[in-house]
């Protein structure tokens, strides 16, 4: 009866273990709803669409697939925000991801839009995306900075190469004196540093109306997004300028939400971003080719600047880039050093500067 009675107890405690196991299991599984958001629309920009496409359902999946968690994402796409305000946003936690150009916050995130100081590096998105991320492995701080805005960089992909779309055609620097053109931000002063050309900020879900009213009569932008706002409809002309590829598009999450998320879910995030920086960089690279294919099919005419003009452009910017760094120096953050590594990653990779020469011998610092 003794054996018994212990066999008993025995089960019984097995029982109540296995019990508390589970409300245990239980109660460590969690749902999770995150609202991710931008301030333009989803699909004719590459990092939203594949943030939408890719990012978002995958992330959905192989949570519910590899944890005992759930996450849900709520997609506010050029909905509830401007695409001045997101940082802010995502900041006061409206949104818990957003997804943001830098040139949008010329201020507050300068140093993630760089690339405005150091053109006509790379057309190849894939290629910028490579050794953007390599020097940003050697200069952590440079993403980190976004910390005082209680969020971390998550990543960002690269856009195509900045051209230019326009009402009038030109094949000349010089040709563009007289004109009103318009540009977002940071990439202002490519047109500020040409003499005589009126400079107008602007943003792409304003841009249609403009170019249709006169208000301005082109347009800084790569060719995807030039199609797919469908710009080619009030002007015509469209010129490949070399400008480069940029990796522009942030996409941030609040501080307070990554900390409540568990190890699980952060290591599935952590290693899909990676994958649509990737993805949104190789769309990119297509969409550039089809872009132009299109516009031409359309009626737009298409020109490629010159090599002898890429290079009157870059020596009206010499001197810029070494102010620019200057300033971000003056604010803790190594730019002096980070674009000499930059550049120098650029040309490990097999890049030739074609304007080094002429813009880039002044990061003397």
């Given at each position: ?51 939408n ?7 959905e ?8 968690h ?7 796409w ?123 900020q602007t ?8 170019l249709?009213?006169?208000v ?18 009030p002007a015509?002309?469209y ?10 598009y ?40 089809s ?35 200057k ?6 953050l ?30 003397t610092l």
């Amino acid at each position: 009866m003794k054996t018994s009675h212990l066999k008993k107890g025995s089960t019984f405690a097995a029982a109540t273990a296995i019990a508390f196991a589970v409300s245990i299991s239980l109660a460590s599984a969690a749902s999770f709803t995150l609202k991710i958001g931008s301030g333009q629309p989803m699909k004719p920009l590459e990092p939203i669409n594949q943030a939408n496409y890719y990012f978002v359902p995958t992330v959905e999946k192989r949570v519910a697939a590899e944890t005992s968690h759930k996450i849900k994402f709520i997609k506010l796409w050029s909905t509830v925000s401007s695409p001045f305000d997101v940082l802010e946003n995502v900041q006061k936690k409206l949104f818990d991801i957003g997804l943001f150009c830098a040139c949008f916050e010329p201020t507050k995130t300068t140093q993630l839009a760089f690339h405005y100081y150091l053109p006509m590096v790379t057309d190849d998105p894939v290629t910028q995306l490579k050794i953007t991320r390599k020097t940003y492995a050697e200069f952590p701080e440079w993403e980190a900075d976004t910390k005082r805005f209680n969020q971390t960089v998550l990543g960002a992909p690269a856009f195509s190469s900045y051209g230019i779309g326009t009402t009038f055609g030109w094949k000349k620097v010089t040709d563009l004196a007289g004109h009103k053109l318009a540009g977002a931000g940071l990439n202002l002063p490519w047109l500020k540093l040409l003499s005589d050309v009126t400079v107008i900020q602007t943003n792409l879900n304003e841009a249609y109306n403009s170019l249709q009213s006169g208000v301005y009569e082109g347009v800084v932008i790569f060719p995807p997004a030039w199609k797919g706002f469908k710009l080619d409809e009030p002007a015509k002309f469209y010129t490949e300028v070399g400008w480069g590829a940029t990796t522009l598009y942030q996409m941030t999450i609040n501080n307070d939400t990554w900390a409540k998320l568990p190890s699980g879910i952060k290591k599935i995030i952590n290693e899909e971003k990676e994958t649509w920086m990737v993805k949104a960089s190789e769309l990119a690279r297509k969409k550039y080719d089809s872009s132009l294919i299109a516009l031409k099919k359309d009626g737009s005419t298409i020109y490629k600047l010159p090599y002898d003009q890429r290079a009157a452009m870059a020596k009206a910017y010499d001197g810029w880039a070494n102010d620019e760094a200057k300033k971000l120096d003056a604010k803790g953050l190594p730019a002096s050093k980070l674009f000499r590594r930059y550049l120098a990653i650029a040309e490990e990779a097999g890049i030739k500067l074609p304007h080094k020469s002429v813009s880039y011998t002044h990061l003397t610092l």
